[in-house]
């Protein structure tokens, strides 16, 4: 019985929108590459520069150049760069004390509090940071669309700190290429203590190396809060620490191709609707989603996801009221009445990528799953990454997920250990399997393997929908290639690890024989032979196939007969030549009706 969770179906999505993302951040405007400088730069040598001295308004209104210049003419003598009378004041006064700090060789630009209405992108400039004072707003106006606000480009070094920068998403378009802070291609990047709030795409996507994202404030993002999309082969070693991110759209993280990176000390925070504690319930019609009970829609973001009918996952593209919906059907036409359903945003960290570190950091919520290694439709490999010391509360569906779902690639060598998990599988709308907190997905033998789990401490709930299992696969995984250590968890419907043990041999114990009530614990199997048949042999003997092995993997293997109606006696245990094959011999002779309860640990 292969369990394919939709978790795992849908994997693909965060590979083909790393695809599109690589596409767009390369290509969806112009960036310029040759320093642009102001007419009103003077001796600037020893002192800072000041976005004040360049002549904002920044009192929240959107002012043209058209305001204060009669000709484009006249404009340019103070801002060569410009090229149009609608070009904001607020704008152009950044941008000219921005390319006075990169002409200057300052490297700093100041911009004092006040909101700044710009109606095009903002270009850093190589090795110039821009400083807010903690008051300091930019922001679009309404209906302006505009795909980018603050434009890394190519300038290596530049840095962000200190600003609000508001995408103003009520009142412009969602976006899937849209971003707040474009770290297009620059390298060693730093992006700290901002606030990034009302994305109508990703709150930061970066294609460079090195970038620091450090102490910042994300929220409510149409796509991605942090979207990072690297090249292969290249060292990306990303820092994205200590960030709050708060009802992220698509997800919270997402490391493509981005190796060597490091994600600790994050907290995010994204509530589903439709959880255990309030059970939401909708008619869905094609794109159309009607409430029918529970919790209505006033609290529902554009971008967050549907999960219904069994753990179909399906992205909200408009909210037409609060008891009305319209979502991407994506090729489906469901027609549901009176389902259960929940909403939230999508997987919250994502990595598709290598040696990467997720640690220390605190989830809460996300109506998909938690922090997944994966690989889907494309030839990347995820290796060698380590999930350790996180605490996840309330997933949708799994907390933790190792799974590959398509591609040439595969993904190897995952530690999980450590980690805390309360309350995972709490959407509405989903599957029993996509309920076990932690999961293993190969869909083909090779796929997947290496995985370590060790450590980790698993809470279900109480009440409705509880977990089947702690830990479970899919069975498409080699024998031996899940090393389990101590784990502990508490509240789960059933014992052990789903779908771990792949077949029970038997020989000599009659050839009706048949082995069942079978319980893995990762490092130990209890199961039931029972004794049929004809073909009884002395010393008769098992081999159990499994998934998961012991941490240590040793030679030998311990069986105990608990429990017998035929006469007990000893067992004697080995690990066979091949890893994942536990066999023992029993040092008797059973008879038809014989029962054999029989736990083996390694």
Not at 425 to 431: E, I, R, T, Y
């Amino acid at each position: 019985m292969t369990i394919r969770t939709l978790s795992l179906q849908q994997l693909k999505r965060s590979a083909e929108n790393s695809a599109a993302m690589q596409h767009r951040v390369n290509d969806d405007a112009p960036v310029p590459l040759e320093p642009r400088t102001s007419g009103a730069l003077a001796s600037l040598a020893g002192r800072s520069v000041q976005v004040q001295d360049y002549g904002p308004t920044a009192d929240g209104t959107l002012h043209t150049l058209a305001e204060r210049y009669a000709t484009l003419s006249a404009a340019q003598s103070d801002y060569p760069f410009v090229t149009s009378l609608a070009e904001s004041i607020d704008g152009v006064a950044i941008q000219a004390a921005i390319d006075a700090a990169f002409s200057s060789g300052i490297g700093q630009a100041q911009c004092a509090g006040g909101t700044y209405v710009i109606n095009s992108s903002i270009y850093m400039r190589a090795g110039v940071e821009l400083v807010g004072d903690g008051k300091t707003v930019v922001t679009q106006p309404d209906g302006l669309n505009l795909l980018t606000l603050i434009e890394f480009g190519y300038a290596h070094g530049a840095g962000l700190r200190g600003c609000t920068v508001n995408g103003n998403r009520n009142n412009n378009a969602a976006d899937y290429n849209a971003v707040l802070v474009h770290v297009r291609g620059a390298n060693d990047a730093k992006v700290h203590d901002n606030v990034l709030v009302g994305s109508c795409g990703y709150g930061i996507a970066c294609n460079g190396a090195r970038m620091s994202v450090v102490g910042n404030h994300i929220e409510d993002t149409f796509m991605h809060a942090i979207g990072v999309y690297g090249t292969v082969g290249q060292e990306s070693r990303h820092l994205i620490l200590q960030n709050r991110i708060v009802r992220p759209g698509a997800g919270a993280i997402l490391l493509g191709t981005a190796d060597y990176s490091i994600i600790a000390n994050n907290s995010i925070y994204s509530p589903i609707i439709g959880g255990r504690d309030a059970r939401l319930r909708v008619n869905l019609n094609g794109a159309t989603v009607s409430w029918v009970s529970g919790p209505k829609f006033e609290n529902v973001r554009v971008g967050e996801v549907l999960v219904i009918d069994g753990g179909k996952e399906f992205r909200i593209m408009a909210k037409t009221s609060d008891t009305q919906l319209t979502i991407n059907p994506e090729g489906s036409a469901l027609a549901l009445t009176n389902e259960l359903a929940a909403i939230g945003c999508g997987d919250l960290i994502g990595v598709i990528s290598q040696f990467c570190r997720v640690t220390d950091n605190v989830l809460v919520g996300g109506a998909t799953f938690g922090i997944g290694c994966t690989v889907g439709g494309n030839a990347v490999s995820t290796v060698g990454n380590e999930i350790e010391g996180n605490t996840l509360r309330g997933q949708g569906k799994h907390a933790l997920v190792v799974g590959w779902d398509t591609g040439a690639g595969g993904v190897y060598d995952t530690v999980l250990r450590g980690n805390m998990i309360y309350n995972a599988g709490d959407a509405g709308g989903n599957s029993t399997y996509d309920r076990i907190p932690v999961f293993l997905s190969g869909q083909t033998l090779g796929k997947v393997g290496g995985v370590f789990v060790e450590g980790n401490y698993i809470v279900g709930p109480d009440g409705d929908s509880r977990c089947p299992y702690w830990m479970g696969t899919d069975l498409k995984l080699e024998y031996g290639s899940v090393l389990v250590g101590r784990n502990h968890s508490i509240r789960m419907l059933n014992p052990g690890i789903f779908n771990d043990v792949v077949a029970v041999s038997l020989s000599g114990w009659g050839d009706a024989a048949s082995a069942t009530n079978i319980v893995s614990y990762g490092h130990s199997v209890r199961m039931t032979i029972n004794c049929a048949g004809a073909g009884f042999t002395g010393g008769p003997s098992f081999t159990i196939h499994k998934i998961c092995d012991s941490a240590e993997q040793p030679a030998m293997v311990k069986a105990d007969i608990t429990t017998t109606t035929g006469v007990l006696g000893q067992m004697w245990g080995e690990q066979s030549t091949g890893s994942g094959q536990w066999r023992a011999t029993y040092y008797g002779t059973p008879s038809a009706g014989n029962t054999f309860v029989i736990t083996t640990r390694a």
